[in-house]
């Protein structure tokens, strides 16, 4: 199975700052790579697949890059409705695989 | 919109069986593989099975492998998630959830969830 390592596991951050979240394969996976937002209670919303192509809708301060096995998420100026726990998902190869998720809160 | 509704969650005793349904609507249902993925109590997700679009290939973690099987009825816009001797492990809320395409790994929409507790 793939794993996928992900970095930190939690966060704090100020109202616009850049966040960035860390990604990593445990072998080459390509650009296969999505990253899910999930909201305390509510089921995961896809933010970016391919590891770099935003889902129409979402706003253009979430960013992802990377291929192979290193892997960016990006928030420019992170904004209070953010606040959620951000996953890594791997889809090269069965299983599908996620990362642990990093939990990210407001200072 | 694509919507994806569950349904069938409950508490069983651990040995028990379970049934979970997933009526999606707002797409062509027929024409993408499906999913269901588990989150348990306060923990990350895990990706539990895969279905493809026309119900032939079926893919499942290994930790559910004979005891769970995934189904779709293409006419009833229905995925189903049959759970046999259900562990108090498999407790979790449980999505179904769209692929992006017909026989791909890759998630996109989710439902609201299902909540399955096994407990005595």
């Known amino acids: 199975d793939i794993q996928m390592t992900q970095s930190p596991s939690s966060l704090s951050a100020s109202v616009g700052d850049r966040v960035t979240i860390t990604c990593q394969a445990s072998q080459d996976i390509s650009n296969y790579l999505n990253w899910y937002q999930q909201k305390p209670g509510k089921a995961p919303k896809l933010l970016i697949d391919?590891?770099?192509n935003l889902e129409t809708g979402v706003p253009s301060r979430f960013s992802g890059s990377g291929s192979g096995t290193d892997f960016t998420f990006t928030i420019s100026s992170l904004q209070p409705e953010d606040i959620a726990t951000y996953y890594c998902q791997q889809y090269d190869n069965l299983p599908v695989t996620f990362g642990q998720g990093t939990r990210l809160e407001i200072k | 919109q694509v919507q994806l509704v569950e349904s069938g969650g409950g508490v069983v005793q651990p040995g028990r069986s379970l049934r979970l349904s997933c009526a999606a609507s707002?797409?062509?249902?027929?024409?993408?593989?499906m999913h269901w993925v588990r989150q348990a109590p306060g923990k990350g997700l895990e990706w539990v099975a895969v279905?493809?679009?026309?119900?032939?290939?079926?893919y499942y973690v290994d930790s559910v492998k004979g005891r769970f099987t995934i189904s779709r009825d293409n006419s009833k816009n229905t995925l189903y998630l049959q759970m046999n001797s259900l562990r108090a492990e498999d407790t979790a809320v449980y999505y179904c959830?769209?692929?992006?395409?017909?026989?791909?790994?890759?998630?996109?929409?989710w439902g609201q969830g299902a909540l399955v507790t096994v407990s005595s």
């Open positions: 959830a769209k692929d992006r395409g017909l026989t791909g790994y890759s998630p996109d929409y």
């Open positions: 707002g797409f062509t249902f027929s024409s993408y593989g």
């Open positions: 279905i493809s679009y026309h119900g032939t290939n079926k």
């Open positions: 391919d590891a770099s």
